[in-house]
């Protein structure tokens, strides 16, 4: 059990690690069809692209579970995957909530202020440490961000339609 419980909580902790690679090296940093997509995100956070996401990681983890069955190697994926569902959920609330407690204020500023001249720090969405290690936090106290929760309609509607990337590479 405690074995099972380490695999998971290294699996949040890999999370972490896959997230800052993601969001900086391949959004920001290595051009491809993800720079694309987190271009658009950019210059419209109402456009929340990575819920496509969520389909191809269910088929991977359940092929895995089928393959594996619950191995050390699915425990560790569960929690990644894990990882990722709270991405998700802090990334969609930094963007359409307002903050609730200091830790959500403290990633909302975070990230208002990669949205908002520092798109080459502050790579990490939900913890500074990556951005620590390989030096994209800046040193600077955060003051809060001076952007209000955005409000209307997100794109979620349109997950599969893949219309942002058609709009950016000037397609209809």
């Known amino acids: 059990m405690v074995e099972a419980v380490a695999l998971f909580v290294l699996g949040l902790f890999a999370w972490t690690f896959a997230e800052y690679v993601i969001h900086g090296w391949l959004g920001h940093t290595l051009g491809g069809t993800s720079a694309v997509l987190h271009q658009v995100h950019h210059r419209d956070p109402h456009a929340v692209f990575t819920i496509g996401a969520w389909l191809p990681v269910a ?3 359940t092929a895995a579970l ?5 191995s050390p190697a699915i425990i560790l994926l569960s929690g990644m995957v894990s990882g990722f569902a709270l991405y998700e959920a802090v990334h969609y609330r930094i963007h359409f909530c307002g903050p609730r407690n200091g830790c959500e204020r403290y990633l909302h500023t975070r990230h208002m202020r990669h949205h908002r001249g520092a798109p080459d720090r502050y790579l990490g969405v939900t913890s500074p440490l990556w951005d ?10 955060l003051e809060p961000a001076p952007v209000a929760p955005l409000t209307g309609r997100t794109n979620v509607r349109l997950i599969l339609s893949f219309h942002y990337l058609r709009h950016d590479l000037g397609q209809s």
């Not at 089928?66 to 619950?70: A, E, K, S, T, Y």
């Not at 620590?132 to 106290?141: D, H, N, Q």
């Open 59 to 61: 088929a991977v983890w």
């Open 66 to 70: 089928i393959v594996l069955g619950w």
């Open 132 to 141: 620590l290690i390989f030096g994209t936090e800046p040193s600077a106290r």
